[in-house]
């Protein structure tokens, strides 16, 4: 079956270390996303990236960084600059372009505190 | 910077209720509407609006977009149990489809 898949679904980090979240599609989607989510809040971009070796910041991108090697894969690496990481991260991926009738689909998340 | 407000935050209904949530969105480049229902873990997709006016429905849920308004509500009728969870409504914009969340609205449905 075609979905996200993001690993770990819990990881705990102590200050100052830097983690990387996983995120691997296997949908042929171009479009891969980054969000984060906080308590009592919707969902904030942190980064996006709509073909291979290319991204742009989303809104909250301070902090954070990513990659995108390949189609497949779209890894985040939370930085020890970032001060406040404890937080729900999801990854999406869709199809870009003209046609607006392709939802996003969303991974499972990655739950990270900072201990 | 694009902008999209949902209301009410919260809403404690009865079984049985018929619930109206709404969102209003400003934003730059404006492609669709889309509404989410998230339990636990990730968005479950409920609707996707891009036209005016035009109802769309699935079992007890439906949907209605105004673009000259720059509003949409969800409606869910004879409401279960199940029905509770966060409610959240995104702008898609631009030719990056990049969408932008409202807060959310969490639905909790008592017997």
């Known amino acids: 079956d075609g979905g996200i898949t993001q690993s770990p679904k819990y990881l705990f980090r102590k200050e100052g270390q830097n983690v990387t979240l996983s995120c691997e599609q296997n949908?042929?989607?171009?479009?891969m996303y980054w969000y984060r989510q906080d308590p009592g809040q919707g969902l904030r971009l942190i980064y996006y990236?709509?073909?291979?070796?290319?991204?742009q910041k989303g809104d909250i991108a301070e902090g954070y960084s990513v990659s995108r090697e390949k189609k497949e894969s779209f890894p985040l690496t939370v930085t020890s600059a970032q001060k406040n990481p404890t937080a729900f991260y999801l990854c999406?991926?869709?199809?870009?372009?003209?046609?607006?009738?392709?939802?996003?689909?969303f991974g499972s998340g990655t739950r990270l505190t900072v201990v | 910077e694009d902008k999209v407000v949902q209301s009410p935050l919260s809403l404690v209904v009865h079984e049985g209720d018929t619930v109206t949530l709404n969102c209003s969105y400003e934003?730059?480049?404006?492609?669709?509407l889309l509404w989410y229902k998230q339990e636990k873990k990730a968005p479950t997709f409920l609707f996707m609006l891009t036209s005016s006016g035009i109802e769309k429905k699935s079992g007890r849920l439906s949907s209605i977009l105004d673009k000259k308004e720059l509003f949409s509500i969800l409606n869910i009728t004879a409401t279960q149990t199940g029905d509770s969870a966060v409610y959240l409504c995104a702008a898609r914009t631009g030719t990056a489809s990049k969408l932008t969340f409202g807060t959310g609205t969490r639905l909790q449905v008592t017997l």
């Open positions: 999406a991926s869709s199809i870009p372009g003209q046609n607006p009738n392709y939802g996003y689909t």
């Open positions: 949908l042929n989607h171009d479009a």
């Open positions: 934003v730059t480049n404006f492609r669709s």
């Open positions: 990236s709509q073909i291979v070796n290319d991204f």
